[in-house]
Structure formats: C-alpha cells, structure tokens
C-alpha cells in the first residue's frame, strides 16, 4: 500500500488568493496522519507544499483569453513529472491542490505512467460542479481551471511550448473514457461541446432521477470493470452546505455522503491510481472553512479505503 502525495500550493488558474493553502490547511487537519495510520498507507511524501515560485514568469499576459497562461503552464508540466514520477513506481498518487487547473499536471502525469507500465489508457472520473471543459475561446471567464479537460483531451491546442504545447500530441485523456458526476453549472460552449462529442455526464438531475447507487452503477459500467481510473474531485461538487469555503460555489448538490459514497465506490473497483482534491480555499467563507476541510479530509478517506463497518 505505497502512497505518492503531492501538495500543490497553487491558484493561478483562477483569481481568488486562498486555494493555495488548502494543502497545508488539509495536513493540519490530519489528513497524511490518518491515511497512514489509520488506513495503513506507506507514505511517499517530500514534507513540501509546492508553490513553485521558482517557475513563475516576471510578466504573464493574457492569451487567447486566458489568464496567467504562462505560470500555469509551467506549474503543471513540472507537477506532471512529480505525479509520474509516483506513478511509474506503481504508487497510488494523492495530489491536493491548488485549483482544477493543475489536473493538467497531475492527469498528464499518470496516464504517462499507465501508458508506460500498463500499456492501458485510463479513464477519468471527473466529480464537479462544473464541466472545466472550455476552450480559450469558449471560456466567459479566461480562467484557465475552467479548461482542463479540453487541453488534456485535446478538445484545445496549442503549439507553444510553455503554453501547453508541451503536452504534445498523443492525448493524455480520450473522450470515451471521460465520465463527469455532480455537474450543475456548464457554460453555453461547454454544453455544445459535452453534446457534439457525446461526452458521459450525470448531472444532478441524474442523481435526483435515479439516486446516486444507479448513477455510479452506470457510471462505473461506462468505464468497465479493470480499467485504471483516476478520480479528480473538486470540493465545489458538494453542497455549499457542506463545502462552502470554495471560489465557485454552486447551489443544489452533493450531500457530504453522496460524496463519500462516490469515493467509496471508486475505491471498491481496485483500480483506483489517482486521485486530486481540489478547490478547497479556507479563506473564503472562512466560518466554513472547518466544514469544508473536514469534507475534504473525508472524501479523500473514503476514496483511499475508509470503510463505515
Ligand atoms: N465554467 C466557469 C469558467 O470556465 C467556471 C469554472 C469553475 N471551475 C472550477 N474548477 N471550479 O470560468
Ligand atoms: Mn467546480
Ligand atoms: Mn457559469
Ligand atoms: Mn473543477
């Protein structure tokens, strides 16, 4: 039970400060201790939050309508060597961010490892409120956490080097194996482009409709059974009820244990090989910032083997 964990102090891939101390807010509260401890894990850790200062350019302009494109571009290819270099040893990687811009880093940086060690492709299990799924030019905002998933299917392209072009060609992530739970807030060129691909999504409704056993049954199916999967979980997926301190919050919801019962079930398929939590920003609704790191710590449990009995 070998652990890679990765604390990603980042923000830059949207505007407000704060998400770069949920790492540190997320290991006060316990969290490394109980993984190992409690759940067992031996834990590969450099005792770091990342905030790779180093990387971050002297002048960052917009471009193509995204912001700080330069600073997340860098942040994430050095962030999908740290995950590799966990995976290819066949560690399970834990990556707490930081904004939804760094699964660039983190998903570029298992499928690698997958591809080279499996000779498999994975699939994502992308838990959100959101879609993250713009375009620069789909993109209202510019904020680049909202584009992940279009630059690592490639969906979005870019040549430049250090403005993703450093991704390459061969995709980190196909369309077939992308199943999105939770989603509630998508943008108008985000749903032309979930429709014209025929992208797998539950959406809220979907959970209502069905309950979330029939949607992960579903979901899972989707995927099928053996299949390597990487779970990305932004925090924002829950109620704000239950995680309220995040930089977008959308009403109607996750229950915390909907939630739970996602990771759980992600982990009872054993072929769980990553995972990311992302958007936790203690600093925002700051009377929520306990409730929101507890959430945190719990889902990240449940995902790792946490088990109620
Ligand atoms: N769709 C909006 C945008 O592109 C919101 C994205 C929110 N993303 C997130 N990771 N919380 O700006
Ligand atoms: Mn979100
Ligand atoms: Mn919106
Ligand atoms: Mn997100």
């Known amino acids: 039970n070998e652990l890679g964990v990765v604390a990603v102090g980042f923000s830059g891939g949207q505007c407000k400060p704060g998400v770069d ?14 993984l190992s401890e409690d759940l067992g894990y031996t834990l590969h850790h450099d005792d770091t939050v990342h905030n790779y200062s180093s ?5 960052d302009p917009d471009y193509r309508n995204m912001k700080n494109p ?29 904004d939804h811009s760094i699964a660039i880093g983190t998903i570029a940086g298992t499928s690698r490892a997958i591809k080279e060690r499996l000779g498999r ?29 279009a630059f690592l299917t490639g969906l979005a392209k870019e040549e430049k080097a250090d403005v993703f072009g450093w991704l390459g060609e061969e995709k980190a992530l196909s369309l077939k194996k992308l199943v999105y739970i939770g989603l509630r807030d998508i943008d108008k060129g985000e749903k032309k482009i979930l429709r014209d691909h025929g992208i797998k999504a539950f959406s809220m409704h979907d959970i209502d409709k069905h309950g979330i056993g029939r949607v992960m049954e579903m979901a899972l199916g989707h995927i099928g059974h053996d299949t390597p999967i990487h779970l990305s979980f932004d925090v924002d997926a829950l109620d ?41 920003n203690p600093s925002l609704e700051a009377v929520g910032a306990a409730d929101t790191i507890r959430a945190g710590c719990s889902l990240v449990r449940c995902a790792l083997g946490d088990t109620l009995l």
């Open 21 to 34: 101390a949920a790492p540190t807010a997320l290991i006060s509260a316990g969290l490394l201790t109980q």
């Open 55 to 59: 990387l971050m350019p002297s002048s």
């Open 70 to 98: 330069l600073a997340v571009s860098a942040v994430t290819k050095q962030l999908s060597g740290q995950v590799y270099d966990h995976a290819k040893h066949g560690r399970l990687v834990l990556t707490l961010g930081g």
């Open 121 to 149: 492709e994975m699939a994502v299990i992308w838990v959100d409120a959101h879609a993250d799924i713009n375009t620069p030019e789909t993109s209202e905002s510019g904020n680049i956490h909202g584009m992940p998933v």
């Open 240 to 280: 704000p009820q239950w995680a309220p301190s995040t930089g977008t919050p959308v009403r109607g919801g996750l229950t915390l244990r909907e939630g739970d019962y996602i990771a759980e079930c992600v982990h009872e398929t054993g072929s769980l090989v990553a995972m990311d939590l992302v958007e936790v």
